[in-house]
């Protein structure tokens, strides 16, 4: 960490729930989404830097949930350095009867990363350079649709194209779990057979089958050449999923549901995975990403992102085992300057910190009541 950085003390953290209008309604094999209910968190300090991060709450419910844990944190820190492996250790302290999971982690995760941003601005560099990183294009996957949607396997194949050409993609992820395997085996060859040839597809089960469910329907996706399966089943059957590894040719994706790194350890050991991919705000933001990706380093693997593609860009590429950027425009509407992906990569803002600013008028807008 660069010694010029600036001591910073909280002075306040604002929180602020939004219901996002989704450009594309997203289907999977769990449920269907067509708002992001997101927490927008503002770090303020007394030197006057401001650091910015938001937490995807899935449920709308959950931003009341989200936001409460922040006022407790809040209250607990305020007038702390902003040193976030010191505010990490207290918060732990004080939400260990609770149980630092779930949606305990989700909060704190958050305002880990307002940390970093507030620090990297005070730096005047991008975070990336903060982790000792630099700034450079991270490759980039288009997830923003492709749902399961029995019946429309044209529209399916429609959809890919379209994606594909939204930013110079040659990657994108095809939602699967369908009622029957004909299904999926019908929609993977309706996307195949319309993208171009050498267009890397990802599937995604959303943990909808059982192992032997997983199994069946692994091998007959593996001559359908994509290039992971991630989440087939229970997202914490490690045992599970590491027969699947050894069984299927098909490479297994998990990880967006690793509850810190200590998750992500437990499943490495079991050798559950072949590809890992730690979700920002569940791994327990920057601090617990930074960890996540000494963890893959150690193992030799490839390790990808899930959502956050403003935090991940930086998070990625001063990840050493680098892989896929998982691009959704779900904070779109209510940022300044979304994150911009040229040529199928993630381009990382030369500006100071994240680049993460508010949309005040697009807010408002969105704000929950």
């Not at 820190?77 to 902003?82: A, N």
């Not at 649709?145 to 994108?172: C, K, R, W, Y």
């Not at 994706?253 to 490495?268: K, V, W």
Request: hydrophobic residues 45%.
């Amino acid at each position: 960490m660069d010694t010029t950085t600036p001591t910073l003390t909280i002075r306040s953290l604002r929180t602020t729930a939004v219901h996002v209008p989704m450009k594309r309604a997203l289907g999977t094999s769990a449920r269907r989404m067509d708002i992001a209910p997101l927490v927008l968190i503002d770090l303020d300090t007394d030197e006057g830097v401001t650091g910015r991060a938001y937490i995807f709450c899935y449920l709308p419910a959950a931003t009341i949930a989200v936001e409460s844990i922040l006022r407790d944190a809040s209250a607990r820190v305020k007038g702390d350095r902003v040193a976030p492996v010191d505010i990490n250790a207290k918060l732990g302290r004080h939400f260990r009867l609770l149980g630092v999971r779930g949606v305990v982690t989700m909060a704190l995760a958050g305002l880990d990363g307002a940390c970093w941003d507030a620090l990297a601005v005070a730096a005047g560099v991008p975070l990336v350079s903060l982790l000792g990183g630099t700034v450079r294009p991270v490759r980039t996957y288009n997830s923003n649709g492709l749902s399961v949607n029995p019946g429309s396997m044209s529209g399916l194949a429609d959809e890919a194209e379209q994606l594909l050409d939204e930013g110079g993609f040659t990657a994108i992820k095809l939602r699967l779990g369908y009622p029957t395997l004909d299904e999926d085996l019908a929609a993977a060859h309706a996307v195949r057979s319309r993208v171009p040839a050498g267009t890397t597809i990802m599937s995604d089960y959303n943990q909808a089958l059982t192992v032997a469910e997983a199994l069946q329907r692994g091998r007959a996706l593996d001559p359908a050449g994509l290039a992971w399966i991630e989440e087939p089943i229970r997202h914490d059957d490690y045992g599970g999923a590491a027969a699947l590894t050894r069984e299927l040719s098909t490479p297994i994706q998990i990880g967006e549901n690793f509850d810190g790194p200590h998750a992500m350890a437990d499943a490495l050991a079991a050798g559950a995975c072949d590809y890992a991919m730690p979700d920002f705000a569940r791994i327990g933001g920057v601090s617990g990403w930074m960890e996540a990706a000494a963890l893959a380093q150690a193992a030799g693997m490839e390790m990808s992102s899930h959502l956050y593609p403003e935090f991940s860009a930086h998070l990625l590429a001063a990840t050493p085992t680098c892989h896929w950027l998982e691009y959704v425009d779900w904070a779109a509407p209510i940022l300044k300057q979304p994150i911009e992906i040229r040529d199928g990569h993630a381009v990382i803002p030369n500006r100071p910190g994240v680049g993460i600013a508010w949309d005040e008028a697009a807010v408002t807008r969105h704000r929950v009541p």
